[in-house]
């Protein structure tokens, strides 16, 4: 069982949609990373949380340490927001090593 | 400031060929890592350093080597390319363990026939 799992594996979305995507951890943690990658590009990082609320524009993150759980929220989507967004954690255990979600793929068609 | 750059962007490698790719880092950023991205999986750590003078094995080492050359620079090689090792490369960076953001580069794209 991978120690990152992301729900859903693929979403499409209606231009202005709220969208959640989810990312559950089984290890203790002392950060989780979103990252967004575009087709064919390189990948950036949206939010870093230990805990917590994080916004930046349209995106909202949050976690909840105790339920090992976080969610990353886009409001009013946009067909530019069509992207794989990945979610990876810092295993307490394994110190500055990342541990990957398989990343979840988002269209939003217009 | 260029953050942290990656070459080749593409290669296309004959089984048995060797190869270096290269990274580097303008941030003076203490850690660095080398990951692999294949379709359906999420990235793997294939090696990482984490700081000048070190390094360490990640989920998969086997079939490569690194080289910290300096606190900017983190190369990682192929020694006998094998079909298995076609896949996207990407570096990363981050400053110490207190900020824990990674910075990726752009990507290398490896095809091994």
């Known amino acids: 069982k991978n120690e990152v799992e992301q729900s859903p594996q693929n979403l499409t979305a209606q231009e202005g949609e709220f969208i959640t995507i989810n990312c559950s951890y089984s290890v203790g943690i002392s950060a989780l990373h979103w990252l967004q990658q575009h087709p064919g590009g390189g990948i950036v990082s949206l939010f870093m949380l230990s805990s917590g609320k994080k916004k930046h524009g349209r995106l909202i993150a949050t976690i909840n340490i105790q339920e090992k759980h976080s969610s990353l929220h886009i409001t009013a989507s946009h067909p530019r927001d069509s992207a794989v967004y990945i979610c990876?954690?810092?295993?307490?255990?394994?110190?500055?090593?990342?541990?990957f979600g398989a990343g979840t793929i988002l269209r939003v068609k217009s | 400031n260029a953050g942290v750059t990656q070459t080749p962007k593409f290669q296309v490698l004959k089984t048995g060929q060797s190869m270096t790719l290269q990274c580097a880092q303008d941030m003076n950023h203490n850690s660095m890592y080398w990951y692999r991205q294949d379709p359906g999986m999420g990235l793997r750590l294939i090696y990482y350093s984490a700081s000048e003078g070190t390094t360490d094995k990640g989920e998969v080492p086997n079939g490569y080597n690194v080289s910290r050359l300096n606190k900017r620079e983190f190369s990682l090689r192929l020694e006998s390319a094998a079909p298995s090792q076609t896949s996207v490369y990407f570096c990363a960076s981050i400053r110490d363990s207190y900020t824990y953001e990674q910075y990726f580069g752009p990507g290398t794209r490896l095809t091994v026939t």
């Open positions: 990876a954690v810092y295993p307490m255990e394994y110190g500055n090593k990342l541990v």
